[in-house]
């Protein structure tokens, strides 16, 4: 997940690094900066779910406990 972040604080700052922007354009880097963030999001929960999968069944019980 916190890749996801890093990546998606670099887009937003990437993409609102320019000048002045009307507001119907800051508009859309908002929508922008909101599909970014979900995409990075599911793809972490997805990363974090396969590696929990790939684990022996005893890991997974602990992981379960806490």
Do not use: G, Y
């Amino acid at each position: 997940m916190a890749i996801s972040h890093e990546l998606n604080s670099e887009i937003a700052a990437a993409l609102l690094a320019t000048t002045v922007r009307s507001p119907r354009e800051l508009r859309d880097l908002k929508e922008i900066l909101l599909v970014v963030h979900s995409t990075l999001q599911r793809l972490a929960d997805e990363q974090q779910a396969a590696h929990v999968k790939s684990q022996p069944t005893v890991k997974k019980a602990a992981a379960a406990k806490s």
